[in-house]
């Protein structure tokens, strides 16, 4: 009954073979004869996936990532040696038969007869060719995986077809190439030149008629021939295919006996995957780049096409990052503040003038064990690009309001009374009037110190990052001149890319933001106002050298060139006589920027810069959740006070900026003259007769006219401020302010910002 049974299998397979319009599977004959006529041109030459290579700006390799590992080579890159041994112990007829090898299906039909089983079989190395093609077409599809491997003879006589029509089209070698470019020799190895590179760590070129035998070997069986699980089957099956090879006279019998004697000779290598592979904490820029390739149009018009570009790989990605400044931004991130810590770090650099995006640092590892306190978050970016939801900036969001007061006019000798407590005054917006409804306290914007009354101007205000004086800043030019100017700097969005809430108190820094944003608007500080939008990718060839479009960096002058030179003038001061004064670098470089430190000390910020470099550092609880007062961030212990932008942000800058400038020519900022103030009468002088009281002084029973612009109403600040020098309940904590509800859309009255200009 066996013997019947096989024998009628075969008769249907060769009736099946010889009249292919025949519909023998229930198919009409027109059917037939089309899908028999007209072969895809994929089973010609399928887009197989490939690896994709990403390399720094320097050629040095970051990652390699792929759906399938696997190196697409011509046939003179393929050794000869598994070119032969491949095809005598698969089909070693192959060059001699056509797509069906009826002899071979006879002596299948007989052996499986003798011996009761469905031992040997008979298929082609093209019908396996075909196979595997419709294996690769199924792709992660595991249904139509296990339906193209489906042994049922309807599969077969469709395989049967397609095998004849491309004997047709290809030739023999042909065929043989894009069968080794496509098989599978396990361990996540797709192809000869993966598998060469898997277990021998050599290419494919290069192997000896032991080693290729031994990939030949595999193919039948990649399980139970596996060379690392079960050496001893693997050299049992290597050696029959070297005497497959002798046999068909493709090696001299000296040739046979000395690969025979050679051992195993593994020099494996565990599959290298993904970002999680990335040397020198780059696997977060490695991340950044996979979403860049999946979100820009560049790359497909639709997600699904852009995807499809990515998994189908066999790219060479170059990107911007620079290895040497990344290995400065993450020892500097790494050495201030400890993985283990529960407050972490992040550090992004841009270049000014090109939006290329230089390094991108943070302390937790890149990872999937929280236990190891890994993440794949990237702390630097916004949500959409594999970031979280960013972090309030607090007062290094200043300069954006001095931006737009700059640019809609205002003197950078302008200035305030700058009480040291006034009410949110009424605001002119894009869309009409901002008004404060708040009671008591919550309608009070307070300065982080008592000592902190005006009148300032400018770059004393910004020096000492005087919350009042911006307030005022923003009365007299309105909030749409400050949503423009956010707009022009690549602010459009919160980093989790919820709505952008113009509202009074965004000068103090209460819209989350990331890194890479902050970076870049600092950056355009030090290209004298030229915004670049940010780039991660240089270059983008094929395997087989075609070049691919990359998205270009979009630059536009977001101010004019004396704003920015006005304003580098007064960030330079912050960095000479203000807040950040103690984060001069080693070669004494001029340098300009910003501190910034949020309500609680959940936060804090450094954004400083030269003309070449702009940096951007953040340390916080990475959920944003982590009051930084009496605690321990790496070696250093920060008591009630807590942590400011120039103590905990700022060395972590000093550190990284030392050594990625070190050798680099000293640039200095176009600068505009910009006078100090005249300092300020002693209030405890007596004064002369008829003289006029400070402009802003409280003591005198208000503001004069045209003192506080926008209006502070009830005419100034009555009785000298905070009265009775109480603190600001629900205000004033560890330096910072609780906002009202609903000046904030969604964050009630737990957002401020905390005293920014430590």
């Known amino acids: 009954m066996k013997f019947l049974g096989v024998s009628v299998l075969s008769g249907v397979l060769l009736a099946g073979m010889a009249l292919p319009a025949v519909g023998a599977l229930g198919l009409t004959a027109k059917n037939t004869a089309e899908s028999f006529d007209n072969i895809p041109d994929d089973f010609k030459t399928p887009p197989l996936t490939q690896a994709t290579q990403i390399f720094d700006a320097k050629g040095g390799l970051i990652a390699k990532v792929y759906e399938r590992d696997r190196t697409v080579l011509t046939a003179d890159q393929m050794s000869p040696f598994m070119r032969q041994a491949q095809v005598d112990i698969e089909d070693a007829r192959f060059y001699e038969h056509g797509a069906v090898d009826l002899k071979g299906v006879l002596r299948a039909v007989s052996k499986n007869a003798e011996s009761g089983t469905a031992s040997q079989g008979a298929s082609t190395l093209t019908q396996q060719y075909v196979k595997n093609v419709n294996v690769e077409k199924a792709g992660d599809d595991q249904a139509a995986v296990l339906e193209a491997q489906r042994k049922t003879l309807g599969r077969k006589i469709q395989e049967l077809k397609v095998a004849i029509k491309l004997e047709e089209d290809l030739t023999k070698d042909q065929i043989l190439t894009n069968y080794l470019n496509i098989t599978f020799y396990g361990h996540q190895a797709y192809g000869v030149e993966s598998a060469a590179q898997r277990y021998f760590s050599k290419n494919n070129k290069d192997l000896t008629v032991a080693e290729a035998a031994t990939l030949a070997g595999v193919v039948q069986n990649p399980s139970q021939y596996d060379p690392v699980r079960y050496p001893e089957n693997t050299v049992k099956r290597r050696n029959v295919v070297i005497d497959k090879m002798l046999e068909n006279k493709h090696i001299t019998a000296d040739q046979a006996k000395e690969a025979k004697a050679a051992p195993l000779g593994l020099k494996y290598k565990d599959p290298q995957n993904g970002c999680i592979t990335a040397n020198a904490g780059m696997g977060f820029f490695c991340d950044y780049v996979r979403h860049v390739v999946k979100q820009d149009p560049v790359f497909g018009k639709t997600a699904a096409e852009r995807k499809k570009f990515w998994d189908q790989g066999g790219l060479n990605i ?122 008591g306290d919550k309608r009070y914007v307070p300065n982080e110190s008592k000592s902190e009354v005006g009148p300032y101007e400018l770059k004393q205000a910004m020096a000492l990052s005087v919350n009042t004086y911006f307030v005022q800043m923003e009365a007299e030019m309105g909030l749409c001149p400050v949503k423009q100017m956010a707009n022009k700097l690549g602010i459009t969005t919160r980093a989790s890319g919820d709505k952008l809430d113009v509202v009074p108190a965004i000068t103090l820094g209460t819209q989350e933001m990331s890194p890479l944003t902050m970076a870049n608007v600092y950056a355009t500080f030090a290209a004298r106002g030229k915004y670049c939008t940010p780039i991660a990718v240089n270059k983008i060839t094929t395997v087989d050298g075609k070049d691919i479009k990359v998205p270009a960096s979009s630059c536009s002058q977001a101010m004019s060139e004396s704003t920015a030179d006005a304003l580098n003038t007064v960030l330079l001061n912050v960095t000479e006589k203000g807040t950040g004064a103690s984060l001069g670098l080693e070669d004494g470089r001029q340098i300009a920027g910003k501190t910034g430190t949020t309500d609680k000390k959940k936060a804090a910020w450094f954004n400083g810069y030269t003309p070449q470099l702009a940096t951007a550092v953040w340390i916080g609880g990475p959920a944003g959740g982590v009051e930084m007062k009496n ?128």
Not at 404 to 414: F, V
Not at 685 to 702: E, F, H, K, L, N
Request: with cysteine.
């Open 318 to 439: 170059y990107t911007t990052l620079d290895p040497d400044k990344q290995a400065a931004a993450q020892n500097a991130v790494t050495s201030r503040v400890k993985v283990t810590d529960s407050v972490s770090a992040a550090a992004t650099m841009m270049e000014p003038g090109s939006g290329k995006i230089l390094a991108m640092a943070q302390t937790r590892p890149y990872g999937l064990d929280p236990n190891k306190n890994q993440t794949v978050v990237n702390l630097n970016v916004d949500a959409a690009m594999g970031g979280g939801n960013g972090f309030q900036p607090g007062s290094t969001f200043k300069p954006i309001i001095a931006a737009a007061a700059l640019e809609s006019g205002i003197s950078p000798t302008q200035a305030y009374p700058s009480e040291n407590r006034i009410e949110w005054p009424t605001m002119k917006t894009c869309e009409g009037t901002w008004k404060n409804t708040e009671k």
């Open 631 to 758: 605690i321990k961030i790496g070696d250093t212990y920060y008591g009630g006070d807590g942590v400011f932008g120039a103590t905990g942000p700022g060395p972590i800058w000093k550190l990284a900026m030392d050594q990625a400038l070190k050798g680099s020519a000293k640039e200095t900022f176009q600068t505009v003259n910009i006078p100090d103030p005249a300092p300020k009468p002693d209030p405890n002088a007596t004064p002369t007769a008829g003289a006029t009281p400070p402009s802003g002084d409280a003591a005198a029973g208000g503001n004069p006219a045209g003192g506080n612009p926008g209006g502070n109403p009830g005419g100034g600040n009555p009785g000298g401020g905070n009265p009775g020098g109480a603190t600001n309940a629900g205000g004033m904590i560890g330096g910072g302010f609780t906002l009202p509800p609903g000046i904030i859309g969604g964050n009630g009255g737990g957002n401020g910002n905390g005293g920014g200009h430590h």
